[in-house]
């Protein structure tokens, strides 16, 4: 019985040999270079394969940045042929090296087979060699620069970039040079005339004008907002006509104007720039609801160590307008 089994654990081995031995037979790694004599800087090719009767699964090595002593330029991909009862994969790798001398591309190791064998291709002798100098010449001194002739593309981003400086230095003196809007409101006043008094006189003017009743609502606001912001100016000595809304709101809460005041305000100040800056078209009530506030703004703020009453606002507003029409009729002769 011992011998049975002896003889077959014998027949396996023996087997399990043969079929490795034949199969390693059908399997060879070879490694071939253009070249093997070259100048310091130059490159060659390498082309590795793996061959066999039939498809075998590879394994192969990985080669990341150089090989022995020569640097790895470019690899390609791994190709498989097949046909003909042939299976190869082969791949070409671009060596260079920067030293002179002579050195050696190791074997290349390939794993082959479920078992992983290890197959190996054969090394290969390389020769760097340096650049021969002839010292029997005089030495050169180094070439110029060689000029190349221009062409329109190379003169395109130049000529682009000094169009849209040109542009913008244009846009820039229309908007706020020549162009003057018509709907800026520029309140000439009298220093001498009490703010009050002119912000009263300047509010019934635009009342007069029916500007948001013709359709135009922006030289309303700006108009309406310019009053108000020359007014806070003058009287609380803010300084309103610099200050966007927010921060004249903020100026006016600092100083402890009446809640309702200001609330009434920031409603003026909101809905004006929602129509400067939006296009925004607010419907006639918020159009009188604004020019009311701006009223009732200006009169509950007026110094109650003034003591004018409303016939004294009227009055003075009254010499305001025949003082400037007197002014006028001389103008005219």
């Known amino acids: 019985m011992k011998s049975i089994f002896l003889k077959i654990v014998v027949f396996s081995i023996l087997a399990l040999f043969i079929n490795v031995n034949i199969y390693s037979q059908n399997v060879n790694a070879t490694a071939e270079i253009d070249t093997n004599n070259v100048l310091i800087g130059d490159q060659i090719h390498l082309l590795l394969q793996v061959k066999s009767n039939r498809k075998v699964p590879i394994t192969w090595s990985m080669l990341i940045d150089s090989i022995g002593h020569l640097e790895i330029v470019n690899k390609s991909k791994i190709d498989t042929i097949t046909g003909s009862g042939k299976y190869i994969q082969k791949q070409i790798i671009t060596l260079t090296c920067f030293d002179a001398g002579k050195y050696q591309i190791p074997p290349i190791r390939f794993l082959y087979g479920k078992e992983g064998i290890d197959i190996y291709t054969r090394s290969i002798n390389v020769t ?27 003169y395109f ?11 913008i230095l244009g846009l820039i003196y229309y908007f706020y040079v020549k162009r003057k809007p018509e709907d800026i409101f520029d309140l000439d006043y009298d220093p001498s005339i009490p703010a009050h008094v002119l912000a009263l006189e300047a509010l019934k003017q635009l009342e007069n004008e029916k500007l948001w009743q013709n359709g135009h609502f922006k030289k309303y606001y700006i108009r309406l907002t310019d009053i108000i912001r020359t007014y806070i100016k003058r009287q609380f000595k803010i300084d309103a006509t610099e200050m966007i809304s927010s921060e004249i709101i903020i100026a006016l809460k600092s100083n402890r104007f009446d809640s309702d005041l200001v609330s009434n305000l920031r409603y003026l100040l ?32 007026i110094p109650v160590n003034n ?21 006028s009729r001389e103008s005219q002769k």
């Open 157 to 167: 981003p130049y000529i682009a970039i000094t169009l849209g400086i040109l542009l």
């Open 270 to 301: 909101e809905t004006a720039d929602f129509v400067k800056f939006a296009k925004f078209k607010p419907l006639p009530d918020t159009n009188a609801k604004c020019l009311d506030y701006a009223y009732e703004f200006v009169k509950k703020t």
């Open 128 to 154: 760097y060699n340096p650049v021969r100098v002839d010292t029997s010449k005089a030495i050169k001194d180094i070439k110029k620069p060689i000029d190349v002739p221009w062409d329109f593309w190379d």
């Open 307 to 327: 003591n004018i009453s409303e016939e004294k606002i009227k009055a003075d507003t009254d010499g305001i307008n025949k003082a400037e029409s007197e002014k």
